[in-house]
Nanobody, 125 residues
């Protein structure tokens, strides 16, 4: 399984970005996908999760209704739409998946098997 994250960049506060995570490999049953981010000097933190059926979960405190996760199964791609960005959103953003169909602690990065390479998001004030 390979995950390719893209879409990051340098934006100003208040701007929007859409991150993509394209999956390839064992795609028969689709992917459940988590989005995490890691700022310099901080631990990797959970941002959002989308199940194979499209159910979504967000870290309410950090995204507060600004982020939306979605998927296009035909393209094996998961998206993270980020609106009203602020400097505190600056981080490397990662997508990750867990292949087997067992339970998942979606907030725990250690529970994921495969990770994308990360895409840098920088928000200037």
């Amino acid at each position: 399984v390979q995950l390719q994250a893209s879409g990051g960049g340098l934006v100003q506060a208040g701007d929007s970005l859409r991150l993509s995570c394209a999956a390839s490999g064992r795609t028969k049953n689709g992917y459940r996908m988590g989005w995490f981010r890691q700022a310099p000097g901080k631990e990797r933190e959970f941002v959002a999760y989308i199940s194979r059926s499209g159910g979504t979960i967000y870290d309410v405190d950090s995204v507060k209704g600004r982020f939306t996760v979605s998927r296009d199964n035909a393209k094996n791609t998961v998206y993270l739409q980020m609106n009203s960005l602020n400097p505190e959103d600056t981080a490397v953003y990662y997508c990750a998946t867990k292949l087997n169909s067992g339970s998942i602690d979606y907030r725990d990065p250690h529970d994921y098997d495969y990770w994308g390479q990360g895409t840098q998001v920088t928000v200037s004030s």
